[in-house]
C-alpha cells in the first residue's frame, strides 16, 4: 500500500510539470461548452478565447518544469522540449490567422479539435512509455482524422474515410509491434527497451520484427514511402487551415520522438543495417515526392507530394546522429513548419478567390506584384535556394551527414548524399511551375482578391525565412544551449 501510495503522490506531483497542457485540456472543455451557450454567434469570440488559452499556455511552459523523467517515468522533460513546446503552441496560434472559413469558425468542435492535435503532440514529445506514446500519437490522429472532414464535401468524407482506415491499419501493426516489445522485455518503458538492445536480446530476430512492426507505423504518421498513400488525398480535401497544421505538428512530433528513441536507446549500433533502411525509405521518400509532384495540377495535392519529399531530407538528421544530428533536425523542422504554414496559407488566399488549379495563376501575379513576390520567397525557401532559410537547412542536414561520413565511412551516407542534392535540385521543376504561371504566362480569367492582412500575413513568414538564412545563430544558438537527453 506504501508504494502504491507514493506512486499515487508522484502522478498528482507530475501535473505540475504538466501545467501547459492541463490549461490546454481545460481551454478545450470550455470551448466545447462556449459552443452550446453562443453557437454561431460568437465565432470571433470563440477564436479569441482560444487564441488566449494558448498564449496562456505557452507563459505556463516554464513556470513548473523538471529535466528527466517525471510520471513514474512515463514522461521526461527536457529544456529543449520545453522551447518545441512553446513553438507547437505558436504553430497553433497561426492556424487561427487563416483566412475567415466560417464553416470551421463558427463550430467550438473545431478549436476542440485543434487544440487535442496540440495536446497530443506535446505528450508525443515528452513519452518514455511506449504506451504513452501510443495513446499520444492515437489522440493526435482521430483528431486529424475528423479535421479532414471540416471541409464538409463528399470528397472531404472520402479522403478523411481512406486516412481513418490506413490509420487504423497502420496503429494495429504498431500496436503489434508494441505487443512483442512488451513480451521479450517485459516492460513497455523505453529505458528497460534499450537495456534489451545491448543484452542479448539484440541478436533476437523477434526484437527486429518488433521493431520494424513498430517502425511502420511511425511512417504512416510521417507520410513517408511507402506509407505516404493517404496524405494525397488527405491534403487536397481538407480545408487548407487544418492541411497546413496536420502537415506540421504531428509530423514534428513524431520525429522529435523518433530521434529520441534511437539516440536513447542505440539502435543504430545494432548491426541490423538500421541506417542502412532508413537511408533506403528516406531515398524512397525523396524520389516518390518529388517524381509524382511533377504531374500535379493541384496546389495542394502538389504540396502533400512535397511533404513526402520533405520527410526523406529531414530524416537524413535522423541517420546522421550525434548532436549535430538533433541539430539539423529540429532546425530544419522549424524552418519547414514556417515554409508549410507560408505555403497553405498563400494556397488559402488563392482559394477565397476560386484558384485551386495551377493553371488557373495564369497572368494573375502582374496584378499582384507583392503578393507574388512574396510568395516566391517561399517557393524558393521550399527548394532550398539561397538566400533563404530552406537553404541553411538542407545545409545543415546534409553537413550532419557528411560529419557522419568522415567518422564512419560507409558507402550508403555518400549514396543518401549525392541523392539527396540531386532530389533537391529536382525539386525545382515543380515549385516553380507557380510563379512560372503568376508572372510568365497569360491567358486567365479569373480575379485575385488579396488584402493588406494577407499580405502582412506572408511578409511575416518571408522575413522570418529571410532572417534565418542571414542570422542562422538566433535559432542555432538556442540549440547548442539545451539538452536533449533522458
Known amino acids: 500500500m506504501n508504494q502504491v501510495g507514493t506512486?499515487?503522490?508522484?502522478?498528482?506531483?507530475?501535473?505540475?510539470?504538466?501545467?501547459?497542457?492541463?490549461?490546454?485540456?481545460?481551454?478545450?472543455?470550455?470551448?466545447?461548452?462556449?459552443?452550446?451557450?453562443?453557437?454561431?454567434?460568437?465565432?470571433?469570440?470563440?477564436?479569441?478565447?482560444?487564441?488566449?488559452?494558448?498564449?496562456?499556455?505557452?507563459l505556463s511552459i516554464g513556470q513548473q518544469s523538471i529535466d528527466g523523467e517525471f510520471m513514474i517515468g512515463l514522461l521526461w522533460q527536457s529544456s529543449l522540449l520545453r522551447i518545441i513546446k512553446a513553438l507547437f503552441i505558436g504553430i497553433a496560434i497561426v492556424v487561427f490567422v487563416f483566412p475567415n472559413e466560417k464553416k470551421l469558425y463558427n463550430q467550438g468542435e473545431y478549436y476542440f479539435l485543434i487544440l487535442m492535435v496540440l495536446l497530443g503532440a506535446m505528450l508525443v514529445i515528452q513519452s518514455a512509455n511506449f504506451l504513452v506514446f501510443y495513446i499520444a500519437v492515437e489522440l493526435v490522429s482521430i483528431s486529424s482524422y475528423v479535421l479532414v472532414v471540416f471541409s464538409f464535401r463528399p470528397k472531404g468524407y472520402e479522403a478523411g474515410l481512406k486516412y481513418l482506415l490506413f490509420g487504423a491499419m497502420s496503429s494495429g501493426i504498431m500496436l503489434y509491434g508494441m505487443s512483442l516489445i512488451y513480451g521479450l522485455t517485459g516492460s513497455l518503458n523505453i529505458p528497460d527497451f534499450s537495456i534489451?538492445?545491448?543484452?542479448?536480446?539484440?541478436?533476437?530476430?523477434?526484437?527486429?520484427?518488433?521493431?520494424?512492426?513498430?517502425?511502420?507505423?511511425?511512417?504512416?504518421?510521417?507520410?513517408?514511402?511507402?506509407?505516404?498513400?493517404?496524405?494525397?488525398?488527405?491534403?487536397?480535401?481538407?480545408?487548407?487551415?487544418?492541411?497546413?497544421?496536420?502537415?506540421?505538428?504531428?509530423?514534428?512530433?513524431?520525429?522529435?520522438?523518433a530521434f529520441a528513441l534511437v539516440m536513447y536507446t542505440g539502435i543504430p549500433s545494432v548491426s541490423w543495417g538500421w541506417n542502412q533502411g532508413l537511408s533506403v525509405v528516406a531515398i524512397t521518400s525523396m524520389f516518390i515526392g518529388n517524381l509524382a509532384a511533377l504531374r500535379q495540377t493541384n496546389l495542394k495535392r502538389l504540396m502533400a507530394y512535397s511533404s513526402i519529399a520533405h520527410s526523406g531530407f529531414i530524416i537524413v538528421g535522423l541517420i546522421a546522429g550525434g548532436d549535430f544530428g538533433i541539430q539539423s533536425l529540429v532546425f530544419y523542422l522549424v524552418i519547414y513548419a514556417l515554409m508549410n504554414l507560408g505555403m497553405f496559407y498563400f494556397i488559402a488566399v488563392l482559394e477565397q478567390s476560386g484558384?485551386?488549379?495551377?493553371?488557373?495563376?495564369?497572368?494573375?501575379?502582374?496584378?499582384?506584384?507583392?503578393?507574388?513576390?512574396?510568395?516566391?520567397?517561399?517557393?524558393?525557401?521550399?527548394?532550398?535556394?539561397?538566400?533563404?532559410?530552406?537553404?541553411?537547412?538542407?545545409?545543415?542536414?546534409?553537413?550532419?551527414?557528411?560529419?557522419?561520413?568522415?567518422?564512419?565511412?560507409?558507402?550508403?551516407?555518400m549514396w543518401l548524399l549525392g541523392i539527396g542534392v540531386l532530389n533537391s535540385a529536382l525539386s525545382l521543376f515543380y515549385y516553380l511551375k507557380i510563379p512560372y504561371q503568376m508572372i510568365i504566362k497569360e491567358g486567365s480569367k479569373k480575379r485575385l482578391s488579396v488584402s493588406r492582412t494577407n499580405v502582412a500575413v506572408l511578409t511575416f513568414f518571408s522575413i522570418l525565412i529571410l532572417i534565418f538564412f542571414f542570422k542562422p545563430d538566433l535559432l542555432l544558438n538556442i540549440l547548442n544551449q539545451t539538452s536533449f537527453a533522458f
Open 7 to 58: 506512486q499515487i503522490q508522484q502522478l498528482i506531483l507530475g501535473f505540475s510539470y504538466l501545467l501547459s497542457e492541463v490549461i490546454i485540456t481545460v481551454g478545450a472543455i470550455l470551448v466545447l461548452i462556449m459552443q452550446l451557450i453562443v453557437k454561431e454567434k460568437g465565432e470571433l469570440f470563440k477564436r479569441l478565447f482560444t487564441i488566449a488559452v494558448l498564449a496562456v499556455a505557452a
Open 196 to 257: 534489451a538492445i545491448i543484452s542479448q536480446l539484440s541478436n533476437s530476430p523477434w526484437l527486429v520484427m518488433a521493431i520494424v512492426l513498430f517502425a511502420i507505423g511511425l511512417l504512416f504518421k510521417l507520410a513517408m514511402a511507402p506509407m505516404h498513400i493517404w496524405a494525397p488525398d488527405a491534403y487536397e480535401a481538407g480545408p487548407t487551415p487544418v492541411v497546413g497544421y496536420i502537415s506540421v505538428l504531428p509530423k514534428a512530433s513524431v520525429f522529435i520522438f
Open 355 to 413: 484558384i485551386n488549379q495551377i493553371e488557373d495563376l495564369s497572368g494573375l501575379g502582374k496584378k499582384n506584384i507583392g503578393f507574388s513576390i512574396l510568395g516566391l520567397v517561399i517557393l524558393i525557401a521550399l527548394i532550398g535556394l539561397p538566400p533563404t532559410a530552406g537553404f541553411t537547412a538542407k545545409l545543415l542536414v546534409f553537413s550532419a551527414l557528411w560529419e557522419s561520413y568522415t567518422k564512419n565511412p560507409e558507402g550508403y551516407l
